[in-house]
């Protein structure tokens, strides 16, 4: 009876952890949007912002669910592109500030603060923070790429 009681307690745990640690790999916004998914990027259409380098907000109607994360988009077009290739269009280390991430942390990462280098696109916590990436943009890349790897799936609270 006793083993019964531990394994069922067990896997009530699991069950109960699996979504909490998938969902803090990624920065998304409280709530839920209409596709029953968090927001991700503050709403902005991560298509046009690597491509262009513009910060265009996405409308709802243009919606991808990507890993369990939402994201917007301002065309159809936009959209397609991202369906076709999503992991060319999203944010690095999971959306969270690049330069928290290369100091192991994960902090909000606001697209009002972003870099698209080398085709890919960093968000960052704030304006102080962005200008001191920009500093050593590819050592905070180089960095934060290692970190990502070791904190990926620790939620932020435990940083």
Known sequence: MFKQITLASAVALAAMATPAMAVDEYNVSSGLTAASAPLALHGVDTVAFIKTGN????????TAVHDGVAYYFSSQ???DS?????????????????FGVSVGK???GDPRWADVRNGKLYVFLSEAIFNAYQKDPEGAIAKAETNWKKIRH???TEL
């Open 154 to 156: 620790t939620a932020a």
């Open 82 to 98: 991202f369906k076709a290739a999503p992991n060319r269009y999203l944010p690095q280390n999971g959306g969270f500030c690049t």
């Open 55 to 62: 910060r265009i907000q996405g409308a709802a109607k243009f």
């Open 106 to 108: 994960k902090f909000d």
């Open 77 to 79: 077009e936009n959209l």
